[in-house]
């Protein structure tokens, strides 16, 4: 069996974490969502994995590399072009669109292929998927999971007949019209003669295009309910509920990484904390690196990357701050994910540090205590954070 991860979009419902890292980079305890399915993969002896990219491709390629540091080998296949000006263009070509390009060019989807978005965390029994795929016959199957009925909106849903064969899909549909409550997962195995049906050199999706044909086409195509943990990162909203209930221990593969040193209380290497009039209620992971300062309350669960450091008297609540974050003195955060120069409230809205005093959060390795404005540039103030 072999793999195929999709990682060619832009992640745009995710930014503005997307705006420095492609979705399958984003962090969860410290490690990209891709490297969880990778990990996942090699657990079920699937070795090959070709992986499309795109945008900010040269991120995937680098950390991963030919993935010796999994036990597997990894391929690219890189979607754009390169300018009159040598500058290079993403362009990505769909889903199925990306998988007809890579066949095109070294004949890799020669065996059964199963097919992964790289924005997810999943715990799914490969080998009991694989096992009803064979045993139906089917030529495609889509991996399916029940989600609540006033959630479908939210997701896209199959409909099928009773041994399983699709009908038809419906995408985000309001409750009131939607005919299932089964929700694709983004996970799909395929047989070789899949890829005979998506046209060349076109931009061609799985979802939207390849699954309507194999439909109308009245192919072996079959949904698979199964449960398993699948944690979408679909919003920056799903991203810091992802992250509180990583950090609850809810998700039973993840563990907590760094030394705990207290109940609740998680740090990496060469943290430094001075407990002087300090609160930490746990679930807390302290990055490597980091220092907190005296008076300090932190409220988990919260996550506080690399190299970052809390200042005097700030307070940290339910709140997810990316490596080299410095909080300054005074300053409250409650339930925000602050990421370089921007930060995201719980409920997905986002601002720019220029929005905030200018005495907020600045960036780590800068070692003044307050962050120097551009006299050229006229700041917006408005002061929504607590001193």
């Known amino acids: ?18 705006y420095d890292l492609p979705k399958p980079m984003i962090p969860i305890l410290g490690k990209p969502v891709m ?4 990990e996942h993969l090699e657990k079920y002896g699937i070795k090959e994995i070709m992986v499309n990219v795109s945008y900010l491709h040269e991120k995937i390629e680098d950390y991963f590399g030919e993935g010796h540091q999994y036990g597997v080998q990894i391929g690219y296949s890189f979607e754009g072009y ?8 993403p362009q990505p070509l769909g889903s199925a669109g990306g998988m007809k390009k890579i066949q095109e060019f070294g004949g890799f989807f020669d065996d059964t292929t199963i097919v992964l978005c790289g924005d997810a965390l999943i715990d799914l029994d490969i080998k009991s998927a694989l096992f009803e795929h064979k045993r139906k016959g089917a ?3 889509v991996v399916t999971k029940a989600v609540p009925w006033d959630k479908v909106s939210s997701y896209g849903v199959v409909v099928t007949e009773k ?5 038809s899909f419906q995408e ?3 409750q009131a019209e939607a005919l299932s409550n089964f929700a694709s997962t983004g996970i799909y195995i395929f047989e070789p003669e899949v890829l005979d049906l998506i046209p060349s050199k076109e931009t061609f999706d799985i979802g939207s295009d390849l699954f309507p044909l194999l439909a109308e086409k009245g192919m072996p195509f079959y949904a698979q309910t199964r449960s398993f943990n699948w944690i979408d990162i679909g919003t920056v909203s799903d991203y810091w509920e992802v992250c509180q209930s990583v950090l609850m221990g809810e998700v039973a593969h993840l563990d907590m990484p760094g030394i705990q040193i207290n109940d609740g209380l998680w740090v990496g290497l060469n943290t430094s904390i001075d407990w002087e009039g300090t609160t930490i209620e746990g679930p807390v992971y302290i990055g490597s690196g980091t220092r907190i300062e005296s008076g300090v309350t932190i409220v988990g669960p919260t996550w506080i990357g690399s190299g970052s450091h809390i200042c005097s008297g700030a307070s940290l609540t339910r709140s997810v701050l990316f490596e080299y974050t410095r909080v300054l003195p005074n300053v409250s955060l409650d339930e925000m994910i602050v990421f370089k120069e921007y930060s995201v409230d719980r409920a997905g809205d986002m601002k720019h540090f220029s929005e905030y005093d200018p005495d907020t959060w600045a960036n780590a390795r800068d070692r003044r205590n307050k962050r120097r404005l551009d006299k050229n540039n006229i700041v917006s103030i408005h002061k929504s954070v607590s001193p």
């Open 1 to 18: 069996m072999k793999a195929m991860i999709l990682a060619a979009g832009k992640g745009t419902r995710v930014r503005p974490l997307t």
């Open 35 to 38: 490297a969880y399915l990778i």
């Open 82 to 89: 390169t300018n009159d000006q040598g500058e290079v263009i």
């Open 139 to 141: 030529m495609a199957s």
């Open 163 to 167: 041994d399983g064969r699709i009908k």
């Open 172 to 174: 985000k549909p309001s």
